[in-house]
């Protein structure tokens, strides 16, 4: 499994690394450098696409000045816009700037107002302008950037994440709409969002060499299951097997006329591995009086006459309030 961590845990994890490896902050950004530019050297492998690498002057900038010219030494055609988006850039960024130049490699800086390049005249567009640590939607010329972007006939790539997209909530300003995504060692909570899912049609996970015994001090509440920690639970099963010894599955569900649902969760468990699986109508569990309820209750809040709350959690009986687990269990009394 790998763990999902709120950003500011990822920064945390960053600046454990660095001081328990030990290892300078503009090495580990060499490293994952050159995760993604060998990442996406196999993305595009056969082909030879013309690249802009497009970054702001911060640490997401810096990971594309030192992709870029990782792509140069691999003999890729790699050109370089850098937003003039903060006041200031970073030590890394700055760093990676003058690498750049020393390898003569050609940038041009675009400030606000001026005309926007002409995307189209590339087959991809590397995108490190935001990082994760964005907290507010991305406004006036450097949106008119984004909108821009995506708009253009290049396939778009991001370096960690899409920029404009939270790390950890959904998004509420524009987003680059990538083709794929590589995420630093861990994915982050936003590519699980629905909401999301418009502005990142591929993603993938590489290690950076983050070091692991951070998340022995930290709290970790989410997962992302792979399919090798599948693999390890499933009991392999012997052909003669009686299904008896594969366990038994009661799904309880599907009111009249709704059976999908129910339907749906026996072909999944018998997909899944299970010996046997009874399906069994809620009719059969529930007292006629309490199904009459849950409609009576669905049908008010339709019309508006009552909350859901209300009508799902109370019943007036006798100048009694009976909440709806309270009803479900006398009913149930023998």
């Not at 940038?107 to 935001?130: A, H, M, V």
């Not at 009991?235 to 799904?251: C, E, Q, T, V, Y």
């Not at 709704?258 to 010996?275: D, E, I, N």
């Amino acid at each position: 499994m790998l763990p999902i961590l709120p950003v500011n845990k990822i920064q945390e994890w960053d600046s454990f690394t660095i001081k328990n490896e030990p290892i300078k902050s503009i090495d580990l950004m060499e490293r994952a450098s050159s995760v993604y530019a060998n990442w996406l050297s196999l993305q595009i492998e056969g082909t030879n696409p013309k690249i802009l690498v497009v970054a702001s002057k911060g640490n997401n900038g810096g990971d594309g000045l030192a992709v870029a010219r990782l792509l140069n030494d691999k003999a890729y055609d790699v050109s370089i816009v850098i937003a003039d988006i903060q006041p200031k850039s970073s030590k890394d960024f700055d760093i990676n700037l003058q690498k750049i130049e020393q390898k003569r490699i050609g940038y041009q800086t675009l400030k606000s107002g001026d005309t926007l390049p002409n995307f189209d005249d590339y087959d991809l567009i590397i995108d490190c302008l935001f990082g994760s640590g964005l907290t507010r939607p991305i406004e006036g010329y450097w949106e008119n950037l984004v909108v821009a972007i995506n708009n253009s006939k290049a396939k778009v790539f991001s370096i960690d994440m899409p920029s404009g997209m939270y790390a950890d909530r959904r998004s509420d300003g524009k987003v680059i709409v990538c083709d794929n995504c590589l995420s630093f060692e861990i994915p982050k909570l936003a590519f699980l969002m629905p909401e999301n899912s418009n502005y990142i049609k591929n993603w993938d996970v590489k290690s950076i060499g983050l070091d692991g015994k951070y998340l022995n001090k930290v709290e970790v509440k989410n997962y992302y299951i792979c399919k090798n920690d599948i693999k390890k639970i499933i009991k392999p099963k012997n052909k003669f097997d009686h299904k008896g010894k594969n366990g038994h599955a009661l799904i309880v569900g599907g009111s009249k006329g709704m059976a999908g649902a129910a339907v749906l969760s026996s072909k999944a468990a018998m997909r899944s591995g299970v010996g046997l699986v009874t399906d069994k109508n809620y009719a059969e569990f529930i007292p006629k009086s309490v199904q009459d309820l849950v409609t009576q209750a669905e049908k008010d809040v339709v019309e508006g006459k009552v909350t859901v709350p209300t009508a799902i959690g109370e019943e007036k009986e006798a100048g009694k309030d009976k909440t709806g687990l309270e009803i479900l269990r006398d009913s149930l009394q023998p």
